[in-house]
């Protein structure tokens, strides 16, 4: 019996097989990140947001269609501190594989993918820039600060 996952954010689509940064990053490392922690972050934050009310899965999915935004409003979601935590941990750790796996490239890509790969990165510092993070160098001091008083282990399994 197939079991309906209900599904508000995904990890990024790779558009490169995970072993084409070898020597550099070897196929079972980049599976073992995409395939098992990625994916883990994926799931268990999908869960925990399956597991709300439904006006306040409604109002995630309306109000939220970004995990960037969603992760910048946790604290006024209806729910316990523990939650919250759950939350702020998988989706950290969705939204920061994504940002790892969408900065991969191999370096034998097509010029037209090259262009568009920078796009993407000028249009990303864009958006660092107007999100209040006030630009790359912002983000590196906002992660720094967050991650040296924030790491924990993956403490969060269980129900919610």
Same mark, same amino acid.
């Given at each position: ?14 558009? *490169? $097989? #995970?072993?084409?940064?070898? &020597? ?8 073992? +990140? *995409?395939?098992?922690? +990625?994916?883990? *972050?994926?799931?268990? #934050?999908? %869960?925990?947001?399956?597991? #709300? ?5 409604? $109002?995630?999915?309306?109000?939220? &269609?970004?995990?960037?935004?969603? %992760? ?8 316990? $501190?523990?939650?919250? /935590?759950?939350?702020?941990? *998988? ?5 920061? +594989?994504?940002?790892?796996?969408? +900065?991969? /490239? ?41 991650? /040296? $008083? ?11």
């Amino acid at each position: 019996m197939t079991q309906n996952k209900e599904v508000f954010y995904q990890r990024t689509e790779l558009d *490169y $097989s #995970l072993n084409a940064l070898e &020597p550099y990053l070897s196929e079972e490392i980049m599976n073992d +990140h *995409y395939n098992g922690n +990625h994916k883990a *972050y994926e799931e268990n #934050l999908n %869960l925990i947001l399956a597991s #709300l009310e439904e006006n306040t899965k409604a $109002s995630i999915k309306k109000n939220f &269609p970004f995990l960037n935004q969603f %992760l910048q409003n946790i604290e006024k979601l209806p729910v316990s $501190s523990r939650v919250k /935590a759950g939350i702020r941990f *998988y989706g950290g750790g969705l939204i920061n +594989h994504n940002l790892f796996f969408n +900065h991969l /490239a191999p370096q034998n890509i097509p010029q037209s993918e090259k262009e568009v790969n920078e796009r993407v990165g000028k249009s990303f510092l864009q958006e660092l820039q107007n999100s209040g993070f006030g630009g790359l160098d912002g983000l590196k001091k906002e992660l720094i600060s967050t991650a /040296a $008083s924030n790491l924990i282990g993956d403490t969060f399994c269980g129900s919610y």
